[in-house]
């Protein structure tokens, strides 16, 4: 009676994590044969760039960002809106140069991407490269600037970095941060090194691009998700990336509670733009949120049909990724006793999900002093 009905998900099963095993193992092959290439020349032709609501959530990470950069690369460009709290505190600061976008500029537009496209619109040059970075990052080395030569002479347009969590105020979000670290490793370095398109977006965290694509591109789209929209323009255009060397350090969320309306905008903003992605791209953006937003949930409701069935071990690849990952980020939170907590970090990151789809509808600021 049953067997016709359990057959059928067996192989729906089956077939799901079959793609998810070949994803699996391109990230596999990609983080043993990327290698990133340089020029023996650094390149002089760069800015570095941090857009900020300049805000007292941000205060202390701002002014942190601020004071790095300026001692590390001798220069830093900082775009705020007009009227933003922090302007008299940045505008004391010698040597940065301040960027107020006035408050009568595209009032149709949101978040960052309001703040960018009037950054691109007055300021960009075509021959010049652009860094951009959030107001909580650190870049930890220099080596983007050796690959800019190399992979400019080449015809790349635009690189991403790769992101290594630093501690907030929650051990928790610390800990599962560390996923974006091992998914630069493997799956972002297969499409967006190996592949040299973008496939899965980009990080707005050390987001190279060269000044004649910005232009011609913009952030002229009203979105809360401005780096993956921008990655969706460069695939339709059929221009290629690269992965730096480059690590940037992110501060991870405060709380929980921003955690998950970090990732639940992040959600929202990719459903949201995906529409504008070229096939190949909302498949598998498609299919690794799918798995990424319903692993804990389905990994509840299948394992026992799936025991029942003899076919466990067809879980194992995808529960390994996120297993595997969680507990990279205990071992480097330095608190073994957080393993016991792994379990509920797929609640939480499905959880952040559905209050995306909910409760997000613009932009979201979460705290970072």
Request: a positive charge.
């Amino acid at each position: 009676m049953w067997s016709e009905p359990l057959d059928s998900v067996v192989k729906v099963v089956a077939g799901l994590w079959l793609v998810y095993v070949s994803i699996a193992v391109a990230g596999g092959v990609a983080y043993f044969t990327y290698k990133p290439r340089r020029s023996l020349l650094k390149s002089a032709n760069y800015e570095i760039v941090v857009v900020s609501k300049a805000d007292e959530r941000v205060k202390n990470s701002l002014l942190e960002v601020v004071r790095y950069h300026l001692k590390r690369f001798g220069k830093l460009t900082v775009v705020i809106d007009e009227g933003a709290p922090l302007t008299n505190t940045l505008k004391s600061i010698k040597s940065l140069n301040l960027i107020i976008v006035p408050s009568s500029y595209r009032r149709d537009l949101v978040g960052k991407g309001r703040a960018l496209n009037y950054f691109i619109e007055n300021h960009v040059d075509d021959g010049r490269w652009y860094v951009f970075i959030d107001d909580d990052n650190l870049i930890l080395d220099d080596t983007f600037l050796y690959e800019i030569p190399y992979y400019e002479e080449k015809g790349f347009v635009a690189g991403n970095g790769i992101l290594l969590p630093r501690p907030g105020r929650s051990k928790i979000a610390y800990v599962m941060d560390w996923i974006r670290y091992v998914d630069d490793l493997t799956l972002y370095r297969f499409f967006t090194g190996l592949v040299s398109r973008p496939l899965l977006g980009l990080h707005g965290e050390l987001l190279i691009v060269k000044g004649r694509v910005l232009k011609e591109v913009g952030f002229a789209f009203k979105s809360i998700t401005e780096d993956f929209r921008f990655a969706t323009e460069l695939i339709k255009r059929g221009y290629k990336t690269w992965q730096s060397r480059t690590r940037v350090s992110i501060k991870s969320p405060n709380s929980l509670r921003d955690l998950v309306k970090q990732r639940g905008r992040w959600f929202k903003g990719m459903l949201s733009d995906i529409k504008y992605s070229p096939l190949p791209m909302k498949l598998i953006v498609g299919f690794r949120s799918l798995i990424w937003s319903f692993n804990f949930a389905s990994t509840l409701l299948i394992v026992p049909l799936l025991a029942y069935v003899g076919l466990i071990w067809m879980l194992m690849p995808g529960s390994l990724y996120y297993l595997g990952s969680y507990a990279y980020g205990v071992y480097r939170s330095r608190k073994p006793y957080m393993l016991l907590l792994i379990p509920f970090f797929g609640f939480i990151e499905a959880s952040s999900r559905v209050y995306g789809l909910i409760s997000v509808n613009d932009f979201i600021v979460i705290d970072k002093n």
